[in-house]
């Protein structure tokens, strides 16, 4: 008998004990998930929002997408390099990614905030709305390494949805508003 | 373990599993790799649509590309596209795993090793150029240098053409197996001789009531399957009279004759017959409502309808039926396909079966027979059809006396597709150079000295005369819908570096600096034609809207009415079919069949190909061998058993598909496996059916005979399942695998 199938065959009656445990496993698990989905992610160079944020470099600057697309995405090693080629030369972390540029590689970025592939999410209402990228993605001004602050799932997207004029809460909560 | 747990027992396990599974961290596995340089207006995020031309087989069906982030994602049928109407097969859709092919050449390679060595090693296109000009130019006689090419795009065949014959090489030979398996140059050959146009017949399957289909698999890989599909669902959806009629004359049930109303397996070699016992019939009879068949009944004359009869094993009786059902509909078309060419009579079959559309006055009518009106400009006139296959044979011979000093093989794979027996490797082995522009290390590239690899087709450019297949004039044309991905060069391109690197009469030949100049010049001829979808004010704007639309075609169908002008002024004969092997030692009729997936072979190396199930057995992955129930049982061979398949000229093992969609007497195997290269997902897989085939399937015929040849089967021991989705539970009942 596999160690499976001795753990499903134990007694049918689930003792005091056991059902504490098993609500502080769930518990538990849940808090861990969370934790580590807002967790700031390894990333191939130590590159920092607030140096950039304090040199008064705008969002849209790097990421012009959200005006015109669904993403925002991430820049190109080509936009990067065509600051950093004079800017901060002498920096390990520029040094590091000069080196992709004279490579001609891309660089590998974990990615911080992530929809689900299920999702149909688009940048470009949200921008259109007035939203702020801060009001999503926090304060990223302000962070040395970026980690997302918000989980990012349907709960959040709707308790925002919800708030808004009534005229527009049937279609915005509407399934096919996200998941087509 | 699974027989003693219980659901409930699973349910409470997994439930454990998943919340331990909350412990773990999310793992991330996806990375964001952003663009080093991004491609001028490309927005994140957003897709663009290419319209382009699918180079998987040689119909030419307009496809339009989603492209996102530059990379190409999805492959979807031009719905402007007067051919397929955006419509698009399997193969269409696999042609991304063309595209990201792990097997691709990155680079220009040369075979340190000597040919074979499979040792290559990269080298600059400069210094590869510098020395296939040089050798171009150190052969004095010129007629010593060839091309082999397949059905490659059009703009690059009038550039090979042009090339050759500016420094007094002969023409390029067109020939691959898939196109030798549609019978195209067989086709085009019968137009010429009955309608004095050297074009392929276009059936107007759509407007028509009944359909003949003598073995064209119209809806697999015939011609323009995408089409025909299209054009097949048209005509049963009953717009004319009801719903239309379908009868498959095939000794096999292909995915063609499983659709069909009616599917006579009749015996290889008898279709001539039974085309001529039906035409007799209706001459004698006086059927259908087209006044006096007096015209015609000479091409009847020494026809005897029980002799036809007899010798196709049918009754007479279903021949009358099928005679009156096709003579008294309004409309009808009778279909001669590929698989005829095949057969030793075949010719006098395809022209047994036209011969019912001449009587029946079917030639240039609604539902009847067309030939492709021509595309109004000089560029585009007289699209590229496959050499006789005795120009083949003939470069064979040549290469073997040595009389070839430089061979350049282009879009086609010859040492695989033809049978050994046709001498291709060993004249290859008396060719000094031997250079192949194949993107991929297929088994020519390995038997080459460089392999100077082409862009694949989603990247490079091009243009091609849809023919035959829609409804009027249309040119379709193929743009790169990403940038290479690896330092591949154009095949075109590099004819023209040539050409320009050997100056004189063949630079003067070549003036275009790239095949852009070139296929943009080509498009200007269409400028300003009145028949036109669109139209610009420049040549410029008029090349620009090409390439949005995909090409060029007419607002309005128009199709060439052709005239029977040469109609024979004997009787027609049935030939008689000869077979290789005698029939005691060799029982069984040997049917080799392009599988519609993976086609002549060129489809092995994708394995979404190579897992799509074959329509009628489900099987995958691998070859069979087709044995009907009756001789499966004589044989004592069961279903997944290993045979041994012997013919006078070869053997190869195959498990066996026992399946009641086959005749007693006759042995079917798919080809598109047995490759030794072309990549992981092609070599070393299944068997290589063309390597049954003997001489007298090549040489000194002018077309190549796949289909006479006789074989024996010798059961093995072992059982060797095959990947399938679905098989018969012995009673005829499917069940899932």
Redesign the interface.
Known sequence: ??I??R???RPKTLSIGGLVL?VG??A???L??RR??L?A?EQPIPFSHAIHDQAGVQCLFCHP?PL???????????KCAGCHRTIAVDRPAVQELMA??EA????????VS?MADFVYF??QPHLGAGLNCETCHGEVGSMSVLRPVNAMDMGWCLACHLEQPAQKVARLTDCIACHK | MASNLSRRQFFKAAAGLGVATGFSPTVRRVLLEPFVRPPEQELPGKATWYASTCRQCPAGCGIIVRVINGRARKIEGNPDHPLNRGKLCARGQAGLQVLYNPDRLHNAVRQTGGRNSRSFEAIAWSEALTQLSQAIEQIGDRSRIAFLAGLIPDHLHALATRLLEAIGAPPPVVFDLHTALEGRALAAGMAQSWFGARQLPLYDIANTEVILSFGANFLETWMSPVSQSVDYGVMRQGRLAGRGFLAQFEPRLSPTAAVADEWIPVRPGSEAAIALALGRIIVEENLGRVGSHRDHAHLYRDVSVEAMAESADLPSEQLRRLARTFAEAGRSVAVPGGYLGGLSNGLQAMDAVMALNVIMRRIGQEGGVFIPHDVPAPRFLNPVLPSPFSEVTDLIERMRSGQVDLLLICGTNPVYELPPSSGFLDGLQSVPLVVSFSPFVDETAVWSDAVLPDHTYLEGWGHQVVSPGADRPAVSSQQPVVRPLYDTRSTADVLLALASRMGGMAAEALPWPDEVAYLEESSAELHGSSISLYDARTPAGFWSRWRQFGGWWSEKPIREEPEPSGIPEASLGAGTAVFSGSSEAYPYILLLYPSSALSDGRGANQPWLQEAPDAITTARWNSWVELNPTTAAALGVTDNQLVRVLSPHGELQAPAVVHPGIRPDCVAIPLGQGHQDFGRFAAGRGAQGMSLLGESAVEGQTRLMWGATRVRIEPLSEIKPLARLESLDGEGRESLR
């Open positions: 008998m596999t499976l199938s753990i499903a065959s098993l496993l769930l538990a698990g849940i861990l998930t580590a989905a967790a992610p997408g015109r697309s669904d993403a925002a995405a991430i820049p190109s090693v080509q992709y540029w001609q590689a891309p660089i590998p970025w974990a990615p992530r688009s940048h």
